[in-house]
């Protein structure tokens, strides 16, 4: 391989979670599988097609550049939906490809029903409304002028959804705030509908509310990491096992999708004494086995990590010693006896009965997991595992 490091995605973990997944929504609740980000750095191409042949037929994505990528990977019956950018100069594009996008301004709105009327098509929209998370979508004040323009142009408009987006349900400290959206989304709902705005479905929830505001869940759910086998927060963790009686942590029905391995590149004793690597964060307290790593921040493996991340050999979780340079990292390695040049190195995944999260990886740094995940470049190779 010319790689330095690999990813694992698989399709059995995957299938797992969205069988999970489709026991939270219920049979008549569409699935929209959130692949921004790269798919949360599994790989749009990787990841679209394997979903595909799990039954899932419905993409979402933040911007055009990840739409082309969807459109190239895709069946022609699944459907990509923008849920952030896309240039008023490419919606004659989206357009022309069926594509839906959301609609959260009258600049955009216009533009989309002149890009339908340029085609002599619709546009596939999602208006998203403004209800209390005051990043993007219609304001409630101007919902005269926003059914008005709707009603007038229903020739050119195909309103997929009428959709909005929770500002972080993953915490109880949102409790108050989230219920004030859903009220303000079933008001705007309301008044659009008595206008003679109908829409498709009502999309609200992402992962954590459809686990800790059920009622959520409407016509269709776009779920991103929950379906990666992670979880939101661990307030949602949690949460679901209280909802279901659940009393041990290993009461997990999520199963992670993505592992990343490496080899060890080389390994050399060093004194008790030492300083090791760059500089003098770490010194050896006794004689030290250590292990070259062939993986660093430009991989993705951030530099917070240094003198604090683990990584498995030979089923241990072994430190990270020293900084995390760009292009590689040394573990200790004494506790691994019989350990050689290319043995394996788990950065995620398991290796015997170990196991390394994205979620403990992440508790090191204060990232999300999203965060972690999503900064997997694009050049590592990923492999899909039945
Ligand atoms: C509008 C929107 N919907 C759905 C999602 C998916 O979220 P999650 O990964 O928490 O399911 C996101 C992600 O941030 C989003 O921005």
């Known amino acids: 391989m010319f790689h330095t490091s690999f990813i694992e995605i698989s399709k059995a973990a995957l299938k797992s979670n969205l069988r999970f997944l489709k026991k939270l929504t219920g049979p008549d609740v569409r699935l929209c599988s959130v692949i921004k980000g790269n798919a949360y750095g599994h790989g749009i191409e990787h990841f679209l097609p394997l979903a595909e042949e799990c039954g899932v037929n419905y993409f979402a994505v933040h911007s055009a550049d990840e739409a082309l990528r969807a459109l190239m990977s895709r069946r022609k019956d699944s459907h990509i939906m923008i849920m952030g950018m896309i240039d008023d100069d490419q919606l004659s594009w989206a357009v022309e490809n069926d594509i839906s996008f959301y609609v959260f301004e009258f600049d955009r709105l216009n533009a989309a029903i002149y890009a339908a009327k340029k085609q002599n098509g619709k546009a596939r929209i999602h208006l998203e409304l403004e209800t ?94 929950l379906q990666y086998g992670f979880w939101p927060s661990k307030e949602t963790f949690m949460q679901y096992l209280t909802q279901n009686g659940k009393r041990r942590m ?41 292990a070259a790593v062939p993986v660093g921040y430009s991989h993705g493996f951030g530099r917070v990590l240094s003198n604090l991340g683990k990584v498995l050999v030979h089923g241990r979780r072994v430190p990270v010693i020293g900084m995390v340079n760009m292009n590689m990292m040394i573990v200790d390695v004494s506790h691994c006896p019989g350990v050689q040049r290319e043995d394996e190195v788990v950065l995620i995944g398991s290796q015997r009965n170990n196991r390394i999260t994205v979620s403990s990886f992440s508790d090191m740094t204060n990232d999300v997991n999203y965060e972690t995940l999503v900064r997997l470049p694009r050049e590592i190779p990923r492999f899909i595992l039945e």
């Not at 004793?269 to 500089?279: L, S």
């Open 132 to 225: 209390g998370m005051n990043r993007l979508g219609f304001d409630w004040e101007d919902r005269n002028k926003l059914a008005d323009l709707l009603v007038r142009n229903l020739d050119h408009l195909h309103i997929m959804g009428i959709c909005t987006h929770f500002a972080g349900a993953e915490s109880i400290a949102n409790y108050l705030r989230i219920q004030n959206q859903i009220a303000n989304f079933n008001r705007y709902h309301g008044y659009l509908r008595k206008k003679g705005v109908e829409a498709d479905m009502r999309h609200t929830a992402c992962s954590a509310p459809l686990v800790a505001y059920p009622h959520t869940k409407m016509d269709m759910v776009r779920v991103g990491i």
């Open 250 to 290: 290993t009461d997990n029905p999520l199963r992670q999708t993505i592992s990343w391995k490496s080899k060890i590149m080389s390994i050399k004793k060093v004194r008790a004494g030492e300083f090791v690597g760059y500089g003098t964060i770490y010194q050896t307290t006794d004689d030290t086995l250590i």
